[in-house]
């Protein structure tokens, strides 16, 4: 491998602010968690439940904010039961894309379409039809509707799956990677702030200006890596494999 041109010290250091979450550390200790796509008290959702640690394509989906620190991951997979709104709790600040395999607090399906967490209500409406549909009230007035992914598409079938990984220097690389390839983006891993810009198929490195280097190797192949340094050049280059997407085209 060619030697990594010098990068200056990553600005990853001035960002940080706030204490790692306990997620965050357990990965820094090497138990980096497979979360899929498409989390109230950050420490009382932090830490993904053990039996899921490795999740598959079962667990994924969209996921959508729907208040209150909670998340609605909505699928429609009629080979796994149909449709299904999995409600998670997730941390403080959490924005879509992020990985969101924290504590389960509900499951609405065709069986159990209603719930309350949190103050919401929760209903899966339409669940025997063509089109269902989340639809929350409670969360600052009025309802919102949710549809759920088309049965057959790729957030549908849980295609997409999210892997968090501690790369130093108070930085969290989320990998993503899907039938669109592989994907990632940068975040403080105290307070979720994203910085540095997305490495993907179309463009596999980040630019000088980032201030620390990162790029894939490998994106339109089978087994795609990210290649990170935090640290400027003369310093070991850490490489973090992308998850298996959860299906294929």
Request: net charge positive.
């Amino acid at each position: 491998m060619p030697a990594m041109p010098a990068m200056p010290v990553v600005s990853a250091r001035r960002h940080r602010r706030t204490p790692l979450t306990a997620s965050v550390l357990l990965t820094a200790l090497g138990a980096t968690a497979v979360l899929p796509v498409a989390t109230a008290a950050a420490t009382a959702a932090a830490a993904p439940a053990a039996a899921e640690a490795t999740a598959d394509a079962r667990y994924a989906g969209k996921a959508v904010a729907i208040g209150k620190d909670l998340v609605a991951v909505l699928r429609d997979d009629p080979g796994a039961g149909g449709p299904e709104a999995w409600i998670r709790a997730v941390p403080p600040h959490w924005r879509s894309g992020d990985a969101y395999l924290y504590r389960v607090l509900d499951k609405l399906d065709r069986g159990h379409p209603a719930a309350v967490q949190r103050g919401l209500s929760l209903r899966l409406a339409g669940a025997g039809g063509s089109a269902p549909e989340l639809r929350v009230t409670g969360a600052g007035g009025g309802e919102h509707s949710y549809p759920l992914p088309k049965a057959g598409t790729p957030d549908a079938r849980g295609c997409t799956i999210v892997k968090e990984n501690f790369i130093g220097a108070g930085v969290v690389a989320v990998l993503s990677n899907g039938p669109e390839g592989p994907s990632a983006f940068f975040k403080d891993a105290g307070d979720g702030t994203r910085f540095g810009g997305v490495v993907d198929r179309a463009h596999p490195s980040l630019p000088r200006s980032a201030g620390f280097l990162a790029r894939i190797v490998g994106p339109d192949g089978s087994a795609p890596r990210l290649l990170t340094t935090m640290e400027g050049g003369g310093h070991p280059v850490g490489t973090t494999a992308f998850p298996e997407p959860g299906c294929r085209k």
